[in-house]
């Protein structure tokens, strides 16, 4: 993490002494060149881990901080100190920040929480613990349920000679489609919750995607796994030694999970007329009482669980400074890009914008569906789907209503594409990350991607002419 929080002091110290005025920040007066160090971020991202792997393990938080460098600077010079400053603050006050709070709350508490007994990763075992992930990635988010199951389900499997697919399909069912029913699931759908959608609309309206989209991947992933299995025969001595009976050490961690998602709740419920200015940024009471609370109780998850159950869970802050590290440049990078989504029709990416409607005016639902989700693929989720919710009108009571199938198609979008590349949504790097960490081959940033073209790709056109069309 060193060198991102160098590189965002070093920006900051450079637009220091304009930080008081403020300025607006039109996207539309943006060239799509703004969009070039994210883009590179996202091909070091994918490339550099294939051709110069070494270097990429030692140095990636030096790159991240490059490509922010390499938009802060010549947009500070040219659009003035204040509004970089401004900007900078923002997108590390408001997003950054509460973000990595929030995923290391997440972290720390799910890695206090040990599954004593050895589960054998048999296919219809790895099946049911994805289902099981699933369900609860819409109650207690796609990022707690990730945290949560992703170890037991490596460690049942660490005597398979396969076990790549089994992380692949973890990412696509729990990581992702899996938070699709509640604004708990996934932050795109905690926005529209925020916006005035109700809570329980999208466990109304997108259950049946949901539950083809889980149960196809669920049945691809049987066969495929029933493949494996059968193809490497006997097992190997498992690594993992039996016990008389299965249990949980570090329950207490549980207790901490329900109250994190509780202080997102209150975050969202709560309004508070008390609000700080921070260099042109607004940060509510809601937001600072959640941010303490959730460093309280990652704090609280670390003096209370045993150490043995960290050292069985093998639980390193590795994965957790690898995400932060490369999010740092996301977040910073992605400011001009979301600034030119969010112009609209008279942005660079007007192209875009118009292209989901249709002739007579009218929204078209499956061009929602996959331009919001093409997007959210490859940015972060929530102010994509905020832009298409807005262009759609971002009026919620016709949303759920009139345009009901609008509003469907771009919420089942921007989560349940998140699932197309690593950086779509953030539990798939982490899952990633802490699959490396415990010797699992994961495939690269193409790799993957060829994974989700065979798999993912298929099942969205058939529920586009299903449901969206």
Same mark, same amino acid.
């Given at each position: 993490?060193?060198?991102? $929080?160098w590189a965002?002091?070093?920006a900051?110290?450079?637009?220091w002494?304009?930080?008081?005025q *403020?300025?607006?920040?039109?996207?539309?007066q943006l060239?799509?060149?703004?969009?070039?160090?994210?883009?590179?971020?996202?091909l070091? &991202?994918a490339l550099m881990p294939?051709?110069?792997?070494?270097f990429?393990h %030692?140095?990636f938080g030096?790159?991240?901080?490059a490509?922010?460098l390499a938009?802060?600077?010549?947009?500070a010079a040219?659009?003035?100190?204040?509004?970089?400053?401004?900007s900078?603050?923002h997108?590390?006050?408001?997003?950054?920040?509460?973000f990595?709070? @929030?995923?290391?709350a997440l972290?720390?508490?799910a890695?206090?929480?040990?599954i $004593?007994?050895?589960?054998?990763?048999?296919p219809g075992l790895n099946?049911?613990l994805?289902?099981?992930?699933?369900?609860?990635a819409?109650?207690m988010?796609?990022?707690?349920a990730?945290?949560?199951?992703? =170890?037991p389900l490596? =460690?049942a499997?660490d005597? =398979?000679?396969?076990s790549t %697919?089994?992380v692949?399909?973890f990412?696509?069912i729990v990581s992702?489609?899996?938070?699709?029913?509640?604004p708990l699931g996934?932050?795109?759908?905690?926005?529209?919750f925020?916006?005035?959608?109700?809570?329980?609309?999208?466990l109304?309206? &997108?259950f049946?995607?949901?539950l083809?989209?889980?149960?196809s991947?669920?049945?691809?992933?049987?066969?495929l796994?029933?493949?494996?299995?059968?193809?490497?025969?006997?097992?190997?001595?498992?690594p993992?030694?039996?016990?008389?009976?299965?249990g949980?050490?570090?329950?207490?961690?549980f207790g901490l999970?329900?109250a994190?998602?509780?202080?997102v709740?209150?975050?969202?419920?709560w309004?508070?007329?008390?609000?700080?200015?921070?260099?042109?940024t607004?940060?509510?009471?809601?937001?600072?009482?959640?941010?303490?609370g959730? &460093?309280?109780?990652?704090?609280?998850? @670390?003096?209370l669980t045993?150490a043995?159950? %960290?050292e069985d869970?093998?639980?390193s802050?590795g994965?957790?400074?690898?995400v932060?590290?490369?999010?740092?440049?996301?977040f910073?990078?992605?400011?001009p890009? /979301?600034?030119?989504?969010k112009?609209?029709?008279?942005?660079?990416?007007?192209a875009v914008?118009?292209?989901v409607t249709?002739s007579?005016?009218q929204?078209?639902?499956a061009m929602y569906?996959w331009?919001?989700?093409?997007?959210s693929?490859?940015?972060?989720?929530?102010?994509?789907?905020?832009v298409?919710?807005?262009?759609?009108?971002?009026?919620?009571?016709?949303?759920?209503?009139?345009?009901?199938?609008t509003?469907a198609? /771009?919420s089942?979008?921007?989560?349940?594409?998140?699932?197309?590349?690593?950086?779509?949504?953030?539990?798939n790097?982490?899952v990633?990350?802490? *699959?490396e960490d415990?010797?699992v081959?994961m495939?690269?940033f193409?790799g993957?991607?060829?994974?989700?073209?065979a798999v993912?790709i298929?099942?969205?056109?058939?529920?586009?002419?299903?449901?969206?069309r």
């Amino acid at each position: 993490m060193k060198s991102s $929080r160098w590189a965002a002091v070093a920006a900051l110290l450079f637009v220091w002494p304009g930080l008081a005025q *403020a300025a607006d920040f039109d996207g539309s007066q943006l060239s799509p060149l703004w969009g070039v160090p994210f883009a590179g971020l996202l091909l070091s &991202i994918a490339l550099m881990p294939l051709l110069v792997p070494a270097f990429w393990h %030692h140095h990636f938080g030096k790159v991240s901080a490059a490509w922010i460098l390499a938009f802060f600077i010549p947009f500070a010079a040219m659009f003035g100190p204040s509004l970089a400053g401004i900007s900078l603050v923002h997108a590390l006050v408001a997003e950054y920040i509460p973000f990595i709070i @929030l995923l290391t709350a997440l972290f720390t508490v799910a890695g206090g929480i040990f599954i $004593r007994g050895n589960l054998h990763g048999s296919p219809g075992l790895n099946a049911g613990l994805l289902l099981i992930g699933a369900v609860l990635a819409s109650f207690m988010g796609t990022t707690g349920a990730s945290m949560l199951m992703i =170890r037991p389900l490596i =460690r049942a499997n660490d005597n =398979r000679k396969h076990s790549t %697919h089994i992380v692949v399909f973890f990412i696509f069912i729990v990581s992702n489609a899996g938070g699709s029913l509640t604004p708990l699931g996934d932050p795109p759908l905690f926005l529209g919750f925020l916006k005035g959608v109700d809570f329980f609309w999208t466990l109304k309206h &997108i259950f049946p995607e949901t539950l083809f989209l889980i149960g196809s991947l669920l049945v691809i992933f049987y066969l495929l796994d029933s493949w494996y299995y059968r193809k490497e025969g006997v097992q190997s001595v498992d690594p993992t030694p039996d016990t008389q009976r299965l249990g949980f050490d570090g329950a207490f961690n549980f207790g901490l999970l329900v109250a994190i998602a509780g202080l997102v709740l209150l975050s969202g419920f709560w309004k508070s007329p008390l609000v700080f200015d921070l260099f042109g940024t607004d940060v509510g009471l809601p937001g600072l009482v959640r941010d303490a609370g959730l &460093i309280a109780i990652a704090l609280l998850s @670390l003096k209370l669980t045993a150490a043995k159950v %960290h050292e069985d869970n093998q639980f390193s802050w590795g994965p957790m400074a690898e995400v932060a590290k490369l999010f740092a440049g996301i977040f910073l990078t992605i400011i001009p890009v /979301i600034a030119m989504l969010k112009a609209g029709v008279s942005g660079p990416f007007g192209a875009v914008v118009s292209a989901v409607t249709q002739s007579d005016g009218q929204p078209d639902p499956a061009m929602y569906f996959w331009a919001t989700g093409v997007l959210s693929s490859f940015l972060d989720n929530a102010p994509t789907y905020l832009v298409f919710f807005n262009t759609a009108g971002g009026d919620p009571q016709v949303l759920m209503t009139t345009l009901a199938p609008t509003l469907a198609a /771009i919420s089942a979008g921007a989560v349940f594409m998140g699932a197309n590349t690593y950086i779509g949504n953030a539990p798939n790097l982490m899952v990633k990350a802490i *699959a490396e960490d415990r010797g699992v081959k994961m495939p690269s940033f193409f790799g993957y991607v060829v994974w989700s073209g065979a798999v993912l790709i298929p099942l969205f056109i058939l529920m586009t002419f299903i449901w969206f069309r």
